[in-house]
């Protein structure tokens, strides 16, 4: 069965500084991979998603994440976080026939600092 | 265009009271999703329908949970008789289906069993 880790519960980081969120994922082939954001008291909302090819892909708000087959890891990076950056980050992962299931990860909280 | 609409926004109940949880998803979107997110479980699929149909209910965890789409527009979660470990957030998601894995949340609805 698939499935997806994110090793960082929480995180924190200074404003301006680069960012990168860690997540791994287990599937038997190459999985559709996604990386939604939620903030506080809100639903979660799709930042980018890999599905094939070039294996950086840019997402919305400055956001990228690379998908590395031989580390089986899709991690997610900002060079400048900004304050309003800090939410809940999920990775997620879907089947190539059914990209509409989604399995999430346990997500990892980031704290941005002033 | 509304987004996905979700009510109630929270519900307190006490412990062997029925709760019915409601989902109004974005026109046009084949796919209904309700998921439940706690702290220690993180972000778990209860069930999906595809074209009002139930796809697959796996996820639900027992029969005191039921799920219904009785049309495009309107989905329920109910849960009868409700427990304290059911406390939970509890979201809809709609996607358009197509292969596009790109969900739209609703804000979720905070269950507190008591």
């Known amino acids: 069965a698939q499935s997806v880790t994110q090793p960082d519960i929480h995180i924190t980081v200074s404003e301006g500084a680069s960012l990168e969120l860690r997540c791994n994922y287990s599937y038997g082939a190459t999985p559709y991979l996604f990386w939604y954001v939620q903030s506080p008291g809100q639903g979660l909302q799709l930042l980018l998603k890999y599905f094939s090819g070039d294996t950086l892909v840019q997402g919305i708000k400055g956001f990228e994440a690379e998908f590395k087959r031989s580390q089986s890891s899709f991690n997610l990076r900002k060079p400048s976080v900004h304050w309003s950056d800090a939410a809940e980050y999920f990775c997620?992962?879907?089947?190539?026939?059914?990209?509409?299931?989604?399995?999430f990860g346990t997500g990892t909280r980031l704290q941005v600092f002033p | 265009d509304a987004g996905v609409i979700q009510s109630p926004r929270h519900e307190v109940t006490e412990m062997g009271q029925e709760v019915t949880l409601r989902c109004k998803p974005i026109?046009?979107?084949?796919?209904l999703f309700w998921y439940r997110q706690t702290m220690m479980r993180g972000l778990e699929l209860l069930i999906y329908f595809n074209n009002n149909v139930p796809i697959d209910d796996s996820g639900m965890p027992e029969d005191r949970f039921s799920a219904k789409m009785p049309n495009a527009s309107f989905s329920t979660l109910k849960i009868q008789p409700s427990e304290p470990r059911d406390s939970a957030v509890y979201f809809c998601a709609s996607s358009p289906g197509q292969g596009a894995g790109e969900l739209f949340f609703g804000e979720g609805s905070r269950l507190t069993v008591l």
């Open positions: 026109s046009g979107h084949d796919y």
């Open positions: 997620a992962v879907g089947e190539p026939y059914n990209t509409d299931k989604l399995i």
